[in-house]
């Protein structure tokens, strides 16, 4: 888990390009974390932005 977004950000974007999947930057207790798309639950999780390798990065909210 990031404590700074921006390293948070480029490594989620990174992340899906290289999976070729959807992921997902999320924050849980102050700290920020990713996640493939298909494996989050709603489990006290914020979902801040997706990362799609095939359209870019937008934010959920």
């Given amino acids: 888990m990031q404590h700074d977004l921006s390293l ?19 924050k849980s207790d102050g700290e920020y974390g990713v996640l493939p798309a298909d494996e989050v639950e709603e489990a006290e999780i914020v979902i801040l932005f997706e990362y799609d390798p095939y359209t870019g990065g937008h934010p959920v909210h």
């Fill in 8 to 26: 948070a950000q480029k490594h989620a974007w990174n992340l899906a390009r290289t999976l070729m999947t959807p992921i997902v930057l999320f």
